[in-house]
C-alpha cells in the first residue's frame, strides 16, 4: 500500500493533467453538440458557454493529452495556436464593436439569454484563453524563467475563472457596474479552472524536482490556507444567498400581494362605471332619445339638454350616433387623442384611454326596426388614477407598475407618468422578455427573470378579470440588493482579516512540526530506498558481513549480517541460516577459492577489489563467478553474480562473428548493421570494393556523414520504418565516386522479443547493368524507333488507365489526332528518307506544345495522337490545338529545299470520360476528316458526353 501511495504522489501531476484534458474535452464536445442539435444542458443556467469557447477549451484539452503523451511533437503548439487565434479575434470584437466571424449568432438563435450580441465571447474568458495558449508554447518548462513564465500563465486564467465563477453565483453585475464585464458562464469557469491545473501539471511534471521536507511544509501549508479560503468563502457565499433569497421571497410576496390589489381595485372601478353607464343608458329619457335617433328624428336642441340634465355623474362626455357612426348630438369632451389607448373584452366596445390620467369609454347600440343609434360615455376614473399618482416610480426602494393589453400584434402598456406616452410593443419573437405576459392566460404569480429592456428584475403579474389586460410590478434586482451589498462589502472585510489571522496562526502553530516530522520520515524513506535498491532490487547476490578481530586486533573471520534473496538462491542457504554465521566455513561449504583473503584485504587498505573468478563446481562443466568487495565500516559488503552463461555466449558469439563475417565477405552484395543512433557498427569488405573504403572506417560513422545529406534524406523514410520494426526495401540511383549507380536494396530490422528493436541489417545490390538491360527491352517494346514517341501498343494500354482514372475522379480529357497535310507529296517527291526527317521534325514540335503530363504517340505512318488529361473545360483543348497549327506551320527544310508544313487535328473532348479507348479515337478521326473536309491546316473539335 505505501509502494502503490509513493507512485501515485511521484505521478500526481501527470494524473492532473490527464484528468483535466478528459474533463475539458467532454465539457466542450457535450456544449458542442448541445447548441447544434439544441440539447438544453443538464445543469441550469441563466447563461450559457458560447461555441467559439467550447471549442477552445475542447482544442486545449487535445493540447493538454499531446503534450503529456507525445512531448517531443509540435501538435500540441498548433492546438495552442489556434486557442490564440480564436481568443485575439474575441478580443478583437470587444476592442472594435465589429464582428471577427467567431460569434456564430445564427447557432445561438435558439437560445434568448444571448443579447445583445448573440455567441459573442466574454473578454474575460478570451484574455484567460489567450494565457493559456502562451503556457502551452512555452512548454517544456525546462529552465527557470519557462518555468515561471508558465506558472504566470496558468494563474491568469484560474483568476479569471474564480471571478467569473463568482461573479455568476452571487449576480455581481447587479451589485457592482462592472461585475457584468467579469461575469461568464458557470461551466466556463469550471473549464478554465480545469485547463489552468492541467497547465500546471505539466509545467510541474518538467521540473526534476526531489521530494524535500521544506517542499512538503510549503505543500501542506498551502493547502491548509486553500480549505480556510474555501470552507469562509463558501460559507459567506452561502449566508449571500440565502439572505438575499429570504429577502427575495418576501418581496415577491409583497409585490404579488400588490398587483392582486390593484387589480381587483380596477375591476371593481371598471363595474361601478359599467353600473353607472347601464343605469344611464336604460333611463326612459335616455331611451326616447336613441329611439328617436334611430328612426332620423332626433332634435339636437332637447337631446343636448337631456344630456346637460343627466350628466351629474361624472361623465366627460356623452354623445348620441346614429348608426354610420356621425355624432348626432354631443355634451362635455372626448379624449380624441390618447397617449395610449386599449380596447377591452368585455364589455363590447369598451376602451381605456390614457391621457395623463385614465378614461373609461363604453358603448350602448340602441336598435329598432327603423335602424340604429349609439350611446358614446366617457368616465374619469378617478379613484384609480388618485392610486396610480401615490404609487409612481420615486427614488429608493421602489417598483414599476405596469398596466397593459394586446392586440394580434402589439402589447400596449400605459405609462406611470403623464410625461411618458406608454410603449407599443411588437409581440413577434419577444413574448418571453415581457414579465406581465402570464396574466394574459389567466395566470398569476411571480418571476425573476429578464425583461424586455435588459433589466434583472423581479416581477409579480396579475390578471384583470374579464377586461383582457392585466398587471405586473417588477422591482430591479440590482436596487433589491443595494442594502445586502453594503453589508456584503463588510462581511468581505471580516472574513478577509479572518482568514489571515488563521493562517498566521496555521503558519505559528503547525509549521515547525510539519518540517520535523516530514524530515524524519524522508530520511527513513531515502535510507530503506537505499537499502531496497542496493540489495533486493539488485539482480547480484549481495552480502555484509562485519569483521571478527582476535586478541591481537587481526581479522580472523567475519559474520554474516545481511544476506538479499539472490543470494539465498545463489548459495542455497536461507537467510535465517546464513544470518550470524561465521563466513570462512561458508566460503569453505561454497568453494570460493582465496575469497577470504581477498575480504580481509579490502578491510586492511581499504581498496576494493572486482574480479571474474572460475569456480571449481564441477571441472568438466567450468563457471565463472564475478564479485566485488567494497569496504563497509569495519567490514565489508559483497555482490557477486553468475557470469557462466555470458562467458559461454561470449566464446559462442566469437565463433558466429567470424562465421559471419567469412560469410558476408564472400557474397556480392553490401552488408552491414546499422543501430538506433543510426551509426555503422558492422559492414562488410564490398563497401571496400564499391565505395574504396576499408571497413573499419566506417564503423561508429553516422549514416548522414557516409552516405551526404541528399543521399541521407532520401533513404530516411525507410530508416525509420525499419527503426519502427517494419522491413523496408528500395531501388534507387546512387552516386557512387561520381558514378551513377541504380541500386536495390533491403533494410531489416533486428528485433527482439520484447518487441524493441535494437537497429536493423542492411543488405544492398548494385543492379546497374540489369537495369540497363531492362530500360533497354522496355523502350523497345513500348517506344516508336524513329521518334522515340509512344507506339501504338503502349499508347493504347496507357489511354485505357488513364480514361478509367480521370472517370473517378471526375475530370474531363481530350484526344488530339494529328496528321501531316500532303505527306504523301513529300515521299513521291524528295524520298523516303525525307519523308521520316519530316515525322521525326513534327514529333519534335508536338512534344515542345505540350505539358510534360500531356501524352504523345505515333500511330503510324504521319499519324499522331495527344492525350490531354486533367482539363477544366474545352477551351484549354482548342488552345492547344490552335498552339499546334501554329508550331507546325513553320517551313521546313527537307533534302535542301524548303517544304511548308501543316497538319489537321481532330479533337474528342469528354467532359466525363465514360467511354472506350478504341470509342475515343474513332471521334477524334472523324473529326479529323472533317478537318481535312474543310480545307486542311484547321481542326475540328466533337464533345462527347
Not at 484539452?61 to 495552442?80: D, K, V, Y
Amino acid at each position: 500500500m505505501s509502494q502503490y501511495s509513493s507512485r501515485l504522489f511521484r505521478s500526481r501531476y501527470r494524473l492532473l493533467t490527464g484528468l483535466a484534458s478528459l474533463v475539458l474535452l467532454a465539457l466542450g464536445c457535450d456544449v458542442l453538440a448541445g447548441w447544434l442539435w439544441h440539447v438544453e444542458s443538464a445543469v441550469p443556467e441563466n447563461i450559457h458557454m458560447v461555441i467559439s469557447t467550447a471549442a477552445c477549451l475542447a482544442l486545449y484539452g487535445a493540447a493538454l493529452a499531446l503534450a503529456l503523451w507525445r512531448p517531443r511533437g509540435q501538435t500540441h503548439r498548433l492546438l495552442a495556436v489556434m486557442v490564440i487565434g480564436i481568443a485575439c479575434l474575441a478580443l478583437l470584437e470587444h476592442a472594435t464593436g465589429q464582428s471577427t466571424g467567431v460569434d456564430f449568432p445564427n447557432l445561438h438563435a435558439w437560445r434568448h439569454d444571448m443579447l445583445p450580441n448573440s455567441g459573442r465571447m466574454a473578454a474575460l474568458t478570451a484574455t484567460a484563453l489567450l494565457a493559456l495558449g502562451v503556457g502551452m508554447c512555452w512548454l517544456p518548462a525546462a529552465t527557470p524563467a519557462r518555468t515561471r513564465i508558465v506558472q504566470v500563465c496558468a494563474a491568469i486564467p484560474l483568476l479569471c475563472g474564480l471571478l467569473g465563477g463568482i461573479a455568476y453565483l452571487v449576480d455581481l453585475e447587479l451589485l457592482y457596474s462592472w461585475g457584468a464585464a467579469v461575469r461568464m458562464a458557470l461551466s466556463t469557469a469550471v473549464g478554465l479552472l480545469t485547463a489552468s491545473a492541467g497547465l500546471y501539471g505539466l509545467a510541474a511534471r518538467d521540473q526534476s524536482r526531489r521530494l524535500r521536507s521544506q517542499d512538503m511544509a510549503n505543500s501542506v501549508f498551502a493547502t491548509a490556507c486553500i480549505l480556510l479560503i474555501v470552507i469562509a468563502g463558501t460559507t459567506g457565499l452561502l449566508i449571500y444567498r440565502l439572505a438575499s433569497h429570504a429577502h427575495e421571497q418576501s418581496l415577491q410576496t409583497v409585490m404579488s400581494y400588490s398587483a392582486r390589489q390593484r387589480a381587483a381595485l380596477l375591476s371593481a372601478q371598471f363595474d361601478i362605471s359599467n353600473d353607472t353607464a347601464r343605469q344611464l343608458y336604460q333611463h326612459p329619457a335616455m331611451q326616447s332619445l336613441l329611439e328617436a335617433a334611430s328612426h332620423g328624428q332626433l332634435k339636437q336642441a332637447d337631446a343636448a339638454a337631456v344630456l346637460s340634465m343627466q350628466n351629474n355623474r361624472s361623465f366627460n362626455g356623452m354623445a348620441i350616433q346614429d348608426g354610420a357612426g356621425r355624432t348626432l348630438v354631443q355634451v362635455g369632451y372626448f379624449v380624441n387623442r390618447p397617449l395610449q389607448a386599449v380596447a377591452l373584452r368585455s364589455p363590447p366596445g369598451a376602451i381605456l384611454l390614457w391621457d395623463g390620467s385614465y378614461s373609461y369609454r363604453t358603448t350602448h347600440v340602441y336598435r329598432t326596426s327603423a335602424g340604429s343609434a349609439r350611446l358614446l360615455l366617457e368616465q374619469r376614473l378617478d379613484m384609480f388614477n388618485r392610486i396610480v399618482q401615490d404609487t409612481a416610480p420615486h427614488d429608493g426602494l421602489s417598483g414599476i407598475y405596469s398596466l397593459c393589453g394586446h392586440d394580434e400584434r402589439y402589447l400596449h402598456c400605459f405609462s406611470q407618468s403623464p410625461q411618458d406616452k406608454g410603449s407599443t410593443i411588437p409581440l413577434a419573437g419577444n413574448i418571453h422578455h415581457f414579465t406581465v405576459w402570464p396574466a394574459f392566460s389567466g395566470q398569476r404569480g411571480t418571476m425573476h427573470t429578464i425583461d424586455f429592456s435588459h433589466r434583472n428584475v423581479i416581477g409579480a403579474y396579475e390578471p384583470v378579470p374579464d377586461t383582457g389586460l392585466a398587471f405586473s410590478y417588477k422591482i430591479e434586482v440590482g436596487k433589491l440588493l443595494a442594502p445586502i451589498r453594503r453589508d456584503l462589502e463588510v462581511g468581505l472585510l471580516v472574513m478577509s482579516v479572518v482568514i489571515a489571522l488563521g493562517a498566521l496562526l496555521l503558519r505559528w502553530r503547525t509549521y515547525p512540526l510539519l518540517r520535523e516530522v516530514q524530515q524524519s520520515n524522508l530520511m527513513a524513506e531515502l535510507a530503506a530506498e537505499r537499502f531496497r535498491n542496493a540489495a533486493e532490487a539488485n539482480m547480484d547476490a549481495f552480502a555484509i558481513m562485519e569483521a571478527l578481530r582476535g586478541g591481537d586486533g587481526r581479522i580472523e573471520d567475519f559474520r554474516v549480517v545481511y544476506i538479499n534473496a539472490e543470494a539465498e538462491r545463489m548459495w542455497q542457504i536461507s537467510r535465517r541460516e546464513a544470518i550470524g554465521s561465521q563466513f570462512r566455513q561458508l566460503g569453505i561449504a561454497l568453494q570460493i577459492p582465496d575469497f577470504f583473503d581477498s575480504c580481509r584485504r579490502v578491510v586492511e587498505n581499504g581498496q576494493a577489489i572486482s574480479e571474474e573468478i572460475p569456480m571449481a563446481f564441477n571441472i568438466d562443466h567450468p563457471s565463472w563467478m564475478h564479485h566485488e568487495i567494497v569496504k563497509a565500516g569495519d567490514g565489508v559488503s559483497v555482490s557477486m553474480r553468475d557470469i557462466t552463461q555470458r562467458k559461454l555466449a561470449e566464446l559462442d558469439l566469437a565463433l558466429r562473428e567470424a562465421l559471419l563475417k567469412t560469410v558476408t565477405d564472400s557474397i556480392p552484395a553490401l552488408v552491414a548493421f546499422i543501430d538506433r543512433e543510426e551509426r555503422y557498427r558492422y559492414c562488410n569488405k564490398s563497401y571496400m570494393r564499391l565505395f574504396g573504403i576499408r571497413p573499419e572506417q566506417i564503423i561508429g560513422v553516422h549514416m548522414r556523414d557516409f552516405l551526404g545529406d541528399e543521399a541521407y534524406q532520401q533513404q530516411r523514410p525507410e530508416v525509420e520504418q525499419a527503426l519502427s520494426g517494419q522491413p523496408s526495401s528500395f531501388e534507387r540511383d546512387m552516386s557512387v565516386r561520381g558514378e551513377n549507380r541504380y541500386v536495390e536494396g533491403r533494410y531489416i530490422p533486428q528485433q527482439h522479443a520484447d518487441g524493441s528493436v535494437s537497429g536493423f541489417y542492411v543488405m544492398i545490390w548494385d543492379i546497374t547493368q540489369s537495369r540497363a538491360r531492362e530500360l533497354e527491352l522496355r523502350n523497345k517494346v513500348t517506344l516508336d524507333g524513329m521518334t522515340g514517341l509512344l507506339n501504338r501498343s503502349a499508347f493504347m494500354d496507357m489511354l485505357d488507365d488513364e480514361i478509367k482514372h480521370h472517370y473517378v475522379k471526375r475530370l474531363a480529357v481530350a484526344l488530339l489526332f494529328l496528321d501531316i497535310d500532303h505527306f504523301k507529296q513529300v515521299n513521291d517527291t524528295l524520298g523516303h528518307a525525307a519523308g521520316d526527317e519530316l515525322i521525326r521534325e513534327f514529333a519534335r514540335r508536338l512534344r515542345s506544345q505540350v505539358r510534360a503530363t500531356d501524352h504523345v504517340a505515333r500511330l503510324g505512318g504521319d499519324e499522331f495522337v495527344i492525350l490531354l488529361a486533367g482539363l477544366e473545360s474545352e477551351h484549354t483543348a482548342a488552345g492547344v490545338a490552335e498552339k499546334l497549327l501554329e508550331a507546325a506551320s513553320h517551313d521546313v527544310e527537307l533534302a535542301g529545299q524548303r517544304r511548308k508544313l501543316s497538319t489537321s487535328i481532330g479533337v474528342a473532348y469528354a467532359a466525363v470520360p465514360d467511354i472506350t479507348p478504341e470509342r475515343l479515337l474513332q471521334i477524334a478521326d472523324e473529326a479529323l476528316y472533317q478537318a481535312k473536309a474543310a480545307g486542311r491546316n484547321t481542326y475540328r473539335l466533337h464533345r462527347v458526353g
